[in-house]
């Protein structure tokens, strides 16, 4: 080589020394739809990930995520490093409890005995721990109805505290509010309808019309009249009356 002649392989002034080459560091993050890459560099030249956040994310739909991110430096051959990344995804109370009917209807007989099971609501909720514990009460519903049903806030079963009384009232309306650990709620009402026993004798009102009954009354004369009322209903409420045979009287219908 010559004096002013430059050394054979000598490295171009602009390009970067090797060192540099090979500590250039590129990063890949495998394909997620909720997460990317953004790559920063520090004062000092350095370069480091930052992972971020591009969607909303959904427990209920996918709790954890697994994310693979690939370091490549500048080398040739290329030289490249993994690390494996977990996310999992802490519930948040999102979801509202959902009852499996809106109304629920039943039809009790009015013997039923006392604790006996009317109706059991169920409730659900998509969220997870204390954000999914649902309780139960009664909302808008009279004091005296409260008198008549308990409703358990562990599981929504529906029992009777006291005799029901088809004559006293044949159909009840509840409204049952179910509540998550988050203080969201969802409401459901429940019909009962109470059917009727034959539980009532017929009761007789008599009017005499002549007392005494002269003994020339002519045939067909009112003696009495007589008014029959069953507290019952349908055809536990119709009633026959009757007369003994061999006296020298009879009934007839005057009215319905």
């Given at each position: 080589?010559?004096?002013?002649?430059?050394?054979?392989?000598?490295?171009?002034?602009?390009?970067?020394?090797?060192?540099?080459?090979?500590?250039?560091?590129?990063?890949?993050?495998?394909?997620?739809?909720?997460?990317?890459?953004?790559?920063?560099?520090?004062?000092?030249?350095?370069?480091?990930?930052?992972?971020?956040?591009?969607?909303?994310?959904?427990?209920?739909?996918?709790?954890?995520?697994?994310?693979?991110?690939?370091?490549?430096?500048?080398g040739n051959p290329v030289r490249s490093?993994?690390?494996?990344?977990?996310?999992?995804?802490?519930?948040?109370?999102?979801?509202?409890?959902?009852?499996?009917?809106?109304?629920?209807?039943?039809?009790?007989?009015?013997?039923?005995?006392?604790?006996?099971?009317?109706?059991?609501?169920?409730?659900?909720?998509?969220?997870?721990?204390?954000?999914?514990?649902?309780?139960?009460?009664?909302?808008?519903?009279?004091?005296?109805?409260?008198?008549?049903?308990?409703?358990?806030?562990?599981?929504?079963?529906?029992?009777?505290?006291?005799?029901?009384?088809?004559?006293?009232?044949?159909?009840?309306?509840?409204?049952?509010?179910?509540?998550?650990?988050?203080?969201?709620?969802?409401?459901?009402?429940?019909?009962?309808?109470?059917?009727?026993?034959?539980?009532?004798?017929?009761?007789?009102?008599?009017?005499?019309?002549?007392?005494?009954?002269?003994?020339?009354?002519?045939p067909g004369t009112v003696i009495?009249?007589?008014?029959?009322?069953?507290?019952?209903?349908?055809?536990?409420?119709?009633?026959?009356?009757?007369?003994?045979?061999?006296?020298?009287?009879?009934?007839?219908?005057?009215?319905?």
């Open positions: 080589v010559g004096q002013y002649g430059a050394r054979a392989g000598a490295r171009d002034p602009a390009e970067p020394p090797a060192e540099r080459l090979l500590s250039r560091t590129n990063y890949q993050l495998s394909k997620n739809p909720h997460f990317s890459l953004d790559v920063k560099e520090s004062p000092d030249g350095n370069k480091y990930p930052e992972l971020i956040l591009e969607n909303h994310l959904d427990r209920e739909n996918q709790s954890s995520h697994h994310l693979i991110l690939t370091a490549v430096d500048g490093g993994t690390v494996q990344i977990r996310i999992s995804v802490t519930d948040a109370n999102d979801n509202p409890p959902v009852f499996t009917e809106e109304i629920y209807k039943v039809s009790l007989r009015e013997n039923l005995p006392k604790g006996s099971l009317v109706m059991q609501v169920k409730a659900t909720d998509k969220d997870d721990g204390l954000n999914a514990q649902i309780t139960y009460s009664f909302r808008n519903t009279p004091d005296d109805v409260r008198k008549i049903y308990n409703l358990d806030s562990e599981n929504g079963r529906i029992t009777n505290v006291r005799n029901l009384d088809f004559e006293d009232t044949h159909k009840y309306m509840l409204v049952v509010e179910a509540r998550d650990g988050g203080g969201q709620t969802a409401q459901c009402k429940v019909q009962i309808a109470i059917l009727d026993e034959n539980d009532n004798a017929p009761e007789m009102k008599f009017t005499s019309v002549f007392s005494p009954i002269p003994e020339d009354s002519p009495a009249l007589i008014k029959v009322h069953d507290e019952d209903t349908r055809e536990n409420g119709e009633v026959e009356c009757q007369i003994e045979h061999n006296l020298p009287f009879k009934t007839a219908a005057s009215s319905n």
